[in-house]
């Protein structure tokens, strides 16, 4: 079993910064990939980052990249989303996932946490 616990959502205006933490707890053979999901009302679940336990980062679109930073802590029991440049396109409930394999399919991730809203409005 893997435990995930979200934290650092809020509301910020167009510009503003926002870091996301994500604390693992539970088997590590189950969290070899580590993922940020998010969700905007009335849209499908998308990715937005994952690390691999090897260090391998993969954004999953072009309109994060430069914007997102995805990292882990040194015992890789944290994991990070630090978003800057936000926009109002990027609000949406974000979510960390663990899986032993990463790919972009929400269905493939078996751990969840309980998400955080990131609301970006002026």
């Known amino acids: 079993q893997v435990q995930l616990v979200e934290s650092g959502g809020g509301s910020v205006q167009p510009g503003g910064s926002l870091r996301l933490s994500c604390a693992a707890s539970g088997n590590p053979d189950s969290r070899y990939c580590m993922a940020w999901f998010r969700q905007a009302p009335g849209k499908e679940r998308e990715g937005v980052a994952r690390?691999?336990?090897?260090?391998?980062?993969?954004y999953a679109t072009n309109s994060v990249k430069g914007r997102f930073t995805i990292s882990q802590g040194n015992a890789k029991n944290t994991m990070y989303l630090q978003m800057n440049g936000l926009k109002p396109e990027d609000t949406a409930m974000y979510y960390c996932a663990a899986s032993s394999v990463c790919t972009w399919r929400p269905t493939s991730y078996p751990y969840w946490g309980q998400g955080t809203q990131v609301t970006v409005s002026s």
């Open positions: 690390i691999y336990i090897n260090g391998d980062i993969t």
